[in-house]
């Protein structure tokens, strides 16, 4: 694994020097500005989420198969991402409510997607805690070392498959056996929950086989993962471990409205803020992001401005996860740069 990391305090020390940096650039004051959080507007995204994935499944169920059916199904699947976004960053980062509130909300939006929140809570603080070094828990993904497996990532199956562990011979990424009494015990009652959760669906689906197909199982299984895909390829794709430098720990795509409001101001630029700043609620990244530009362009030079090319990068041209990307990425590059990117196998 490609890794300059030897002391998992690098990775830290390399992000408290990124918040220096912005602290710098934009003032104490303004920093703790942007960390202000708004309970309307936390209140108001799980509410609208909540409602939007009533009414597209009502829809889903009541309508005959045709055009909506297809836009539906993408709107459900993105729906399960935002979820999980929203989970990650109320629940997971800012803890809003409180303890109990947190674990209920958690639960609410991760258990339909067939996932165990104090699993996800775990690994994902571990990789925010070990970011790039060889204890961060997404090191996973560097398993995704072929176009076949990239492909297959893109299903839930290919997912639970690449977090198992297997490949690496390490613990699955929810694993939580080794954690404390009290981690455990939420992890045993989140199982059983997931359990009635998993036969109430396979009672529906029994009910209404085509109704839960496009509005639960094809979204959850092939859609949202999909999705999930496309952001972690703006996240951690093109990133360069050894440049010592935090703002070089992820991809430098230049998100716009369309890109923040699909990931919810957590991928590119984003979530290079997001990593400095965990706990700066989603609504305010973006502003920072823009106050930011020169800094994070300045730190981090590998400039993408297309989803598209990054998405050929990642399926067609198989440039290696977590590795700096060739610049540039399109139209074709000189001979001399094509003889040069790292390929990965077919298969």
């Not at 562990?165 to 009652?189: E, F, L, M």
């Not at 094809?218 to 010592?244: F, Q, Y």
Request: charged share 20%.
């Amino acid at each position: 694994m490609d890794n300059r990391y030897q002391d998992d305090l690098d990775s830290q020390a390399l992000l408290n020097l990124a918040r220096q940096q912005a602290r710098a650039a934009l003032g104490a004051e303004r920093i703790k500005a942007l960390h202000r959080q708004d309970w309307r507007l936390d209140a108001l995204a799980v509410v609208l989420l909540i409602a939007l994935t009533v009414i597209n499944s009502a829809l889903l169920w009541t309508q005959s198969p045709g055009l909506y059916t297809l836009f539906g199904l993408l709107v459900q699947g993105w729906l399960f991402q935002i979820a999980g976004l929203i989970s990650h960053d109320l629940f997971v980062h800012r803890r809003v409510g409180g303890e109990w509130l947190s674990r209920f909300g958690s639960a609410l939006l991760t258990l339909p997607r067939l996932s165990l929140p104090v699993g996800y809570e775990n690994a994902h603080l571990a990789h925010h805690r070990y970011l790039g070094s060889q204890h961060d828990t997404e090191n996973y993904k560097q398993a995704l070392d072929t176009r076949g497996k990239r492909l297959l990532f893109s299903t839930l199956f290919g997912v639970r498959m690449a977090q198992s562990g297997k490949r690496q011979g390490t613990a699955h990424y929810h694993d939580v056996s080794g954690k404390n009494a009290a981690i455990r015990q939420r992890a045993t009652w989140e199982k059983r929950a997931l359990r009635i959760w998993l036969l109430l669906m396979i009672a529906l689906t029994i009910v209404a086989p085509m109704a839960m197909l496009f509005s639960y199982w094809l979204p959850l299984l092939l859609v949202a993962p999909l999705i999930n895909t496309l952001r972690i390829i703006i996240e951690h794709a093109d990133a360069d471990t050894r440049a010592g430098n935090a703002w070089q720990l992820g991809t430098n795509y230049h998100s716009g409205a369309l890109t923040r409001v699909l990931f919810l101001w957590d991928s590119g630029d984003c979530h290079l803020v997001h990593h400095v700043f965990p706990r700066m609620p989603f609504y305010r990244v973006g502003r920072c992001v823009d106050e930011l530009r020169a800094l994070i362009d300045q730190q981090n030079p590998r400039i993408r401005r297309s989803l598209v090319a990054l998405v050929l990068g990642w399926y067609l041209k198989g440039y290696g996860h977590r590795t700096p990307w060739p610049t540039p990425l399109l139209p074709l590059q000189r001979k001399a740069e094509q003889s040069a990117e790292p390929q990965l196998p077919q298969g």
